[in-house]
Nanobody, 126 residues
Framework: QVQLVESGGGLVQAGGSLRLSCAASGRTFSTYHMGWFRQAPGKEREFVAVISWSGGSTYYADSVKGRFTISRDNAKNTVDLQMNSLKPEDTAVYYC???????????????????WGQGTQVTVSS
């Protein structure tokens, strides 16, 4: 069992930055691919970024490429999402997710995960 707790959300002006963090419980964090997803009001949840278990591979949605950076620290059981040049359309609840290496990165990118966090609100004002 893995528990995921997100933090770092808030209100920021367009062009600003925020850093989200996801803390994971358990001693097997390094065996999970990790991802960030978001859901805006009235829209489906969408993929934002995924990082492989080792941190050696990262994947981004086209809408955030070049602005967001996902990283992980397996010693601290954390995965972060650095968000720069934020836009009003980035406003959403952001969720952290974990998928076992057996489940795979591709499944995680499609939005199917073994574990989800409760979400943190990010609001970008224009």
């Amino acid at each position: 069992q893995v528990q995921l707790v997100e933090s770092g959300g808030g209100l920021v002006q367009a062009g600003g930055s925020l850093r989200l963090s996801c803390a994971a419980s358990g001693r097997t964090f390094s065996t999970y691919h990790m991802g960030w997803f978001r859901q805006a009001p009235g829209k489906e949840r969408e993929f934002v970024a995924v990082i492989s278990w080792s941190g050696g591979s990262t994947y981004y949605a086209d809408s955030v490429k070049g602005r967001f950076t996902i990283s992980r620290d397996n010693a601290k059981n954390t995965v972060d999402l650095q968000m720069n040049s934020l836009k009003p359309e980035d406003t959403a609840v952001y969720y952290c997710a974990a998928a076992t290496t057996g489940w795979g990165v591709d499944n995680l990118k499609r939005g199917t995960a073994n574990y989800w966090g409760q979400g943190t609100q990010v609001t970008v004002s224009s």
